[in-house]
Each structure stands twice: as C-alpha cells, then as structure tokens.
C-alpha cells in the first residue's frame, strides 16, 4: 500500500539512535534514494507536495518548467541516514525531480551516523569501511560478518593478481578487476538459480559471502568455486526435497572467471586472454595509453 507521506526523519533517527551529525559537502544524489523529509513529512503527500492547494503549487509549477528546460537549480540540503536521504530544504525541486524522471539531484549532505549497536548499523559501518577499502560501492550485504569475510577475499585475490603479474597492485586495483570479472558473473549465476543463503541473508551478495565461507572452511574439499555453486545447488534441493530442482550445469563465461591460484586451490594456467584483459584494465585503472 502506498505511503500516506514520506518518511520521518526525526522517527527514523531516532529508530537508528543517532548520535552524530557530520557535514559532507555538495554531491550529486540519487532522487530514488530520497525517502523523507526532516520536519515537514506529515504536512507533504507522498509527492513531496505540500497537501491541499496553496502557493506552493503555483511554485511546483514554476520549478518543473525551469527544471524541464535544464537549468541547474541550487542544491537541496538532505540529512543521509544509512543509504537513504531526508529533506531539510528543497521538497519542491525533489517533488519535480521525482515527476521528471531525473537520476540525480545535487544536494548538500549532513551525514547522520547512528550508534554502533545492532545488526543493521553494525554492518552500514562495515559496509562503510569496505567501500574506503576497496573503492567499491555496489555491493549490498545484509551483515558486518559477510563484509569482512569479502575483505578477507579480496585481499586473497589481489595476493593473487600479484604473484600472477609479478607486481605490486593495490586493493583498490584489485577490486575493481575482481568486481568485474569474479563477482558479477558469479552473482548472476547465484541469481539464475535462485541459490538461497542458509544462514538467513537477503542479498545474492548474502549468498556469495556464505559460498566463500563453506569454501574456506577448514573440512572443505579442494573444490574451485563453481564445483562449490554446484554443490550449494545441491544442497539446496536436499533441504527443500519437494521443490523440483533439476541440476543446472553453470555457464562457461562464469567458469572462465572465477579466480585461479588461490590458497588451497588447484591453479591451472591461465589463458593469455584472461592476461591481456587483467594488463589492460590495469593500465586503465592507472590512465596508461
């Protein structure tokens, strides 16, 4: 059902424990991500318009014209609050935003941390010191375990990329071959079958970081991972035995490019494809010609 209004900043805050505020300047914003108001969410539609007719209206009309001929407005100031934003000025501009179909809106931003305590703030901290890690900002896990147990990973894979190239590479380098060439394909392949995560993850990421877990494991077979896919998918349809699961074989590309040469692990050669395309993303990554 359709909310009424748009979130509560103050109801919100004050669910997440908020204990600090910190400004992060002006930066383009995602409209889809602005959820709330700070101060105004009962007196607005879920429009961002204020309810019931008023000089506001002849405004909205004024600011979706000015914003339809692509003049730049002065940003919107937003409270963030976990990876969702709430307005403090600008609900006519994000209400045009919104009927507009526009992507991003500058706006300046005060961060709202909450108190690191519970499930869900503990791993928008892990997920935070991730992302200054890693430089990764796509990834969504639903627990601070599962993000350390892909740091971990990643540090193993850009160990990796080094003995492999016979150079120093950075995490940050690393990662984003890895996102690329490891994880996406291998997210898909998750996402084809519908693998779930036993431990209770909500995300495909959920499900990756718990494969990477039982790979790890101690008792684990030399496995590479797609045979641990296979036997996720195994697994799964001897959990759940009325539901008809018929083997799927995992698609070739996926195969090709799941890493090599890890702890543990056979390392079969690989092809001098895989070498140029890993030295041509380096070199972009680094502006070489």
């Given at each position: 059902?359709?909310?009424?209004?748009?979130?509560?900043?103050?109801?919100?805050?004050?669910?997440?424990?908020?204990?600090?505020?910190?400004?992060?300047?002006?930066?383009?914003?995602?409209?889809?991500?602005?959820?709330?108001?700070?101060?105004?969410?009962?007196?607005?539609?879920?429009?961002?318009?204020?309810?019931?007719?008023?000089?506001?209206?002849?405004?909205?009309?004024?600011?979706l014209r000015r914003m339809k001929a692509g003049e730049v407005l002065p940003p919107i100031s937003v409270y963030q609050l976990g990876y969702r934003y709430f307005v403090i000025d600008g609900h006519t501009r994000v209400a045009?935003?919104?009927?507009?179909?526009?992507?991003?809106?500058?706006?300046?931003?005060?961060?709202?941390?909450?108190?690191?305590?519970?499930?869900?703030?503990?791993?928008?901290?892990?997920?935070?010191?991730?992302?200054?890690?890693?430089?990764?900002?796509?990834?969504?896990?639903?627990?601070?375990?599962?993000?350390?147990?892909?740091?971990?990973?990643?540090?193993?894979?850009?160990?990796?990329?080094?003995?492999?190239?016979?150079?120093?590479?950075?995490?940050?380098?690393?990662?984003?071959?890895?996102?690329?060439?490891?994880?996406?394909?291998?997210?898909?392949?998750?996402?084809?079958?519908?693998?779930?995560?036993?431990?209770?993850?909500?995300?495909?990421?959920?499900?990756?970081?718990?494969?990477?877990?039982?790979?790890?494991?101690?008792?684990?077979?030399?496995?590479?991972?797609?045979?641990?896919?296979?036997?996720?998918?195994?697994?799964?349809?001897?959990?759940?035995?009325?539901?008809?699961?018929?083997?799927?074989?995992?698609?070739?590309?996926?195969?090709?490019?799941?890493?090599?040469?890890?702890?543990?692990?056979?390392?079969?050669?690989?092809?001098?494809?895989?070498?140029?395309?890993?030295?041509?993303?380096?070199?972009?990554?680094?502006?070489?010609?």
């Open positions: 059902m359709p909310r009424a209004h748009p979130l509560s900043y103050d109801a919100a805050a004050a669910r997440a424990g908020v204990t600090t505020r910190i400004p992060l300047g002006v930066m383009p914003i995602r409209v889809n991500r602005i959820v709330g108001s700070a101060g105004k969410a009962e007196k607005l539609g879920p429009d961002f318009l204020p309810l019931g007719p008023g000089p506001a209206q002849a405004g909205y009309r004024s600011i045009a935003a919104k009927e507009l179909g526009i992507e991003y809106l500058d706006a300046a931003v005060t961060e709202a941390l909450p108190k690191r305590e519970g499930e869900a703030n503990l791993a928008y901290y892990a997920r935070k010191d991730f992302e200054k890690a890693t430089g990764l900002e796509e990834i969504r896990l639903t627990s601070a375990d599962a993000y350390e147990i892909l740091l971990r990973h990643l540090e193993g894979y850009r160990l990796y990329l080094e003995r492999s190239r016979g150079r120093d590479i950075s995490l940050r380098d690393a990662a984003r071959i890895w996102y690329r060439s490891q994880y996406m394909p291998t997210l898909r392949e998750i996402r084809r079958r519908k693998l779930p995560d036993f431990a209770g993850g909500r995300t495909a990421g959920d499900v990756y970081t718990a494969i990477l877990k039982a790979w790890a494991a101690e008792d684990s077979p030399p496995l590479s991972l797609r045979e641990m896919l296979d036997y996720w998918d195994r697994s799964v349809s001897e959990s759940q035995p009325t539901v008809a699961r018929a083997r799927r074989k995992v698609a070739d590309i996926v195969d090709a490019s799941l890493p090599r040469g890890l702890a543990g692990i056979k390392d079969p050669a690989s092809s001098a494809t895989d070498d140029q395309d890993v030295e041509a993303e380096l070199a972009t990554l680094h502006g070489e010609s």
